[in-house]
């Protein structure tokens, strides 16, 4: 059966969109695995899939590359709501508000959750910061904004081996549901932030990573908030308070429209 997809990047985290709303569409772990796969299928970081929603303007499903379903992916947010013009999307990680400004969209995630069950963690454990390390990366925090953080803040980023690091922290039985690795450094009042996704790797932009550290950060007072974080495929702005949910804004590009045989 052919479906058109809509191929879209934010800042260079790239997705496959299917719209699901109009005539239902079942995915599976190897369904997913073989549209994200970018040699046998489409190719794209995460699969997001679109259904009506009783709760919102629609529902965003979230399958990451490894075919995992996820509860909230930030780039893909803005893609769909500059897709769809939706102004709220009901997701596993909770209900989320947008809107289109020019050529940006700024989201507004939910209220972040610190508590070792809210990540979550395997046990018990202080979280801000954890007292754990992996090789030079230790005592980082754990913040849970709709999906698990791990943020570890470092003196130089490219003294880290993120690719040869990530795979074992993302796995670490701590994490009983995995969890995305974000390692940053602070220059000049703004974050620059590099991220191991948990179910696709290092990508060139993480939306809930760069939420995550910048709230990390804030709380550690290393910036004050509105804070510009600098990815390899570009910058979002984060503001957030304590107590209040967390907003970002930055920008959402359509490349192509398709058809794929399903
Ligand atoms: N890998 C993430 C999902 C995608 C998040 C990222 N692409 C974003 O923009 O927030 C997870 O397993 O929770």
Known sequence: MLRQFHKMHGLGNDFVILDARA????ITEGLA?????RRDGVGCDQLILLEPSTLADLRMRIFNADGSEVQSC???TRCVISLTGAATIETAGGLLEGATHGDEVEVTLIEPRFDWDAIPLAYPMPTNPMPMGWENLDRPQAINVGNPHLVFFVEDLDDIDIEGLGPGIETDPVFPERINVN???IEGGAIRLRTFERGAGLTRACGTGACATAI????????????TVHMAGGSLAISWVPGQPVRMRGAATHVFKGMIDL
């Open 216 to 227: 990390a950060a804030i709380r550690a007072r290393l910036v004050t908030s509105p804070v």
């Open 183 to 185: 390692v940053a450094s």
């Open 74 to 76: 930030g780039n893909a």
């Open 23 to 26: 005539e239902p569409l079942e």
């Open 33 to 37: 695995r073989h549209i994200a796969d």
